[in-house]
T-cell receptor
């Protein structure tokens, strides 16, 4: 069963804590992305990775960090430096990134709430 | 000004109506256009993918792109209550750019 999985579905963070959101895909896609979704603002790009061991900042990277050690995995860490982390986080992947706008497939999302 | 503008709605229609959802954009380099459907608390799923100008039809859905006006539309015929969701337009220049630019989404409610 091919697809993108994200865990956990719900996550609660205390002030000052770092938390890591998991994203795994078994679609053999090269490119992976992290978006943040807030009400009325659509999806905003946090980080993206076109190949293993390489990633680029998106539009709102401050307070976030990522790694891409394996093709299948692209975890996102929300650090304590992110001042307003409460949001719905979406991971996506596409076959390639660069020559054409390949279709992006999304995971089910993680809802992060700061207590 | 946002690169992609989309009316947030909500748009409420009776079952069976034809629905028209629209986006305008400012970047003339955009040439790949997509529509995603997102149910509440779920990830977006791709509905339609169009390259350049023209129409594309898939079942009850038709995507229309007018690059001269920088305007794209999604039409839903014979709308059903199961179509109630948020519809996001997305677009890309497709020339090595890193990702899609999304509209903010239009919330659609189809009343039975």
């Amino acid at each position: 069963d091919g697809g993108i999985t994200q865990s956990p579905k719900y996550l609660f963070r205390k002030e000052g804590q770092n938390v890591t959101l998991s994203c795994e895909q078994n679609l053999n896609h090269d490119a992976m992305y992290w978006y943040r979704q807030d009400p009325g603002q659509g999806l905003r790009l946090i980080y993206y990775s076109q190949i293993v061991n390489d990633f680029q900042k998106g539009d709102i990277a401050e307070g976030y960090s990522v790694s891409r050690e394996k093709k299948e995995s692209f975890p996102l860490t929300v650090t304590s430096a992110q001042k307003n982390p409460t949001a719905f986080y979406l991971c996506a992947s596409s076959l390639t990134s660069g020559r054409v706008a390949d279709t992006q497939y999304f995971g089910p999302g993680t809802r992060l709430t700061v207590l | 000004q946002k690169e992609v503008e989309q009316d947030p709605g909500p748009l409420s229609v009776p079952e069976g109506a034809i629905v028209s959802l629209n986006c305008t954009y400012s970047n003339s380099a955009f040439q790949y256009f997509m529509w995603y459907r997102q149910y509440s608390r779920k990830g977006p799923e791709l509905l339609m993918y169009t390259y350049s100008s023209g129409n594309k039809e898939d079942g009850r859905f038709t995507a229309q792109v007018d690059k001269s006006s920088k305007y794209i539309s999604l039409f839903i015929r014979d709308s059903q209550p199961s179509d109630s969701a948020t519809y996001l337009c997305a677009m890309s220049a497709g020339t090595g750019r890193r990702a899609l630019t999304f509209g903010s989404g239009t919330r659609l409610q189809v009343q039975p």
